[in-house]
Structures are given as structure tokens and as C-alpha cells.
């Protein structure tokens, strides 16, 4: 079992910056691959980032590549998501979630969700 709780959203202007943390806790996190995605009111869950066990490898959406990174850090159990350049169709809940496997696996289907946080991008 892995536990995921998100922090880090608000409110921001158009143009700026948020880093979303996922705190992880239970066994193994560091074997997880590791993964961002968000949801709308109204639309459906949409991919936003990817990331290996290893932070060797990453994917991203269309939507937010060049203006997101993802990163993790193993020994501190934490995923993170530095988003530039937000705009306002970048207003969602954003979730983390965990499956082993590549990136696509948790692209596609993850074992393991979190609460999730909302990012506010006012225009």
C-alpha cells in the first residue's frame, strides 16, 4: 500500500508559478513509478506528467510541455510538479498517483491515488 497526500495548490495569476508536492508514505516509494494528472469541472481526468522509479525517464502531456517539470526526490518520499507559465485553462484538482512499472503504466493505470489539491489560475 502507498499513501499519497498532495499540497502546494492556490491561487495565482496568470503567468506564474506553483511547485505541487505528493508526499509518500507506506512500502517502497522509491519503486513507484510516479505520475501528475488533473481534472476540470465538467471534464474528464486528463495526464499531465510521468516519472520513473528512478527519475531517469519522464513523459508529459501535450497540453503542458515546456511550462511543467516533474521531479521526485527518493530520499525525502516526495514527487513534485513546478508548473511555469500557468494559464487559466490550467485550473483543475491535480492528483498524483502511483503504480510500479514505467511511465506509461501509470499513465494509463494507477494503482494508487491521492486527495488531490486545486490550482486556481485567475486571468
Known amino acids: 500500500q502507498v499513501q499519497l497526500v498532495e499540497s502546494g495548490g492556490g491561487l495565482v495569476q496568470a503567468g506564474g508559478s506553483l511547485r505541487l508536492s505528493c508526499a509518500g508514505s507506506?512500502?517502497?516509494?522509491?519503486?513507484?513509478?510516479m505520475g501528475w494528472f488533473r481534472q476540470a469541472p465538467g471534464k474528464e481526468r486528463e495526464f499531465v506528467a510521468a516519472i520513473t522509479w528512478s527519475g531517469g525517464n519522464t513523459d508529459y502531456g501535450d497540453s503542458v510541455k515546456g511550462r511543467f517539470t516533474i521531479s521526485r526526490d527518493n530520499a525525502k518520499n516526495t514527487l513534485y510538479l513546478q508548473m511555469n507559465s500557468l494559464q487559466p485553462e490550467d485550473t483543475a484538482v491535480y492528483y498524483c498517483?502511483?503504480?510500479?512499472?514505467?511511465?506509461?503504466?501509470?499513465?494509463?493505470?494507477?494503482?494508487?491515488w491521492g486527495q488531490g489539491t486545486q490550482v486556481t489560475v485567475s486571468s
Open positions: 498517483a502511483a503504480r510500479q512499472g514505467t511511465t506509461a503504466a501509470v499513465r494509463v493505470d494507477p494503482d494508487y
Open positions: 507506506g512500502r517502497a516509494f522509491s519503486r513507484y513509478a
